[in-house]
């Protein structure tokens, strides 16, 4: 009976692994980490999506043990794996609530805050309003059958065993900067508005002393704020489409393959 235990071996670990990476895929997904989202479905989801990619999924070796300290090595780096491409998903959303916050802060909506259910914690209004277009925006889209099926492609470019080369890990970590100069490039235009009103109010305040600068500046900038938030609805989608496909091709970047966008 000795001849089936190569054999149950490399069975489990055809499912294991494949599970490791795809499990650390949705711990840090974006729409799918968040706490709101049930980690048992969480779990469930996960093991469904392993399944249906296993007939796609390349055979390992027949001597793949994953009880040796080679096997325990594969699982770390699947789960690395998994973790680098669920993060290349939260760029998406991230550099809309950095965008968020600073309109918020400079046009007085900072006060106004709530539990974020992605990240746990206290974040202006505004920032959780662009994380709900977000979010609608790329369910519609299909962004997550995307990445999914990004995540099936790279079981090709990165069988089981390998690694991420040392040049995209660069890379990556380069471009995670690009988040904040994304948010600064979508707030820029609220940031220029709100120095020209603060600019008037002060000459208001030099030339009329009278004037209460705490009662009129606030309510003046929190209006100014809206119509800024409001109008830069507009270009809400450009800026959407674009950051999904930086995101994207870096992603793809990442598992060694070519893509060029594809919104």
Same mark, same amino acid.
């Given at each position: 009976m000795n001849f089936l235990e190569p054999i149950t071996l490399t069975a489990v670990a055809q499912l294991v692994w494949p599970l490791c990476r795809i499990s650390s895929f949705l711990a840090v997904m974006f729409a799918v980490s968040g706490s709101s989202f049930p980690q048992m479905t969480r779990a469930l989801l996960a093991f469904s999506i +392993?399944?249906? !990619?296993?007939?796609?999924i390349p055979n390992l070796a027949p001597n793949s043990d994953p009880f040796t300290v080679y096997g325990i090595m594969v699982t770390i780096k699947e789960c690395l794996i998994g973790i680098c491409l669920g993060l290349c998903t939260l760029f998406i959303s991230q550099a809309f609530i950095v965008a968020g916050q600073a309109v918020a802060m400079q046009t007085g909506l900072g006060f106004a805050s709530l539990v974020d259910p992605v990240s746990g914690t206290n974040s202006p209004v505004v920032g959780q309003f662009f994380t709900v277009l977000c +979010?609608?925006? =790329?369910? &519609?889209l299909n962004g997550h059958l995307i990445f999914f099926k990004l995540m099936l492609e790279s079981f090709t +470019?990165?069988? !089981?065993?390998?690694?991420?080369?040392?040049? &995209?890990?660069e890379e =990556? $970590?380069? =471009?995670?900067?690009? !988040?904040?100069?994304?948010? $600064?490039a979508m707030s820029i235009s609220a940031i220029c508005t709100m120095l020209v009103v603060n600019f008037t109010l002060g000459v208001m305040t030099k030339a009329a002393p009278q004037l209460n600068i705490f009662s009129l500046g606030f309510a003046v900038t929190m209006i100014?704020?809206?119509?800024? $938030?409001?109008?830069s609805l507009s270009s809400f989608m450009s800026n959407f +489409?674009?950051?999904?496909?930086?995101?994207?091709?870096?992603?793809?970047? $990442?598992i060694g393959t070519s893509c060029n966008g594809i919104l």
């Open positions: +392993t399944v249906c !990619m296993l007939p796609n +979010t609608l925006v =790329f369910f &519609s +470019t990165l069988p !089981m065993g390998q690694f991420i080369p040392n040049s &995209s890990i =990556f $970590l380069y =471009f995670s900067g690009s !988040m904040f100069k994304a948010g $600064l100014v704020g809206i119509c800024v $938030l409001f109008i +489409t674009n950051n999904f496909n930086d995101v994207f091709d870096e992603a793809c970047s $990442l």
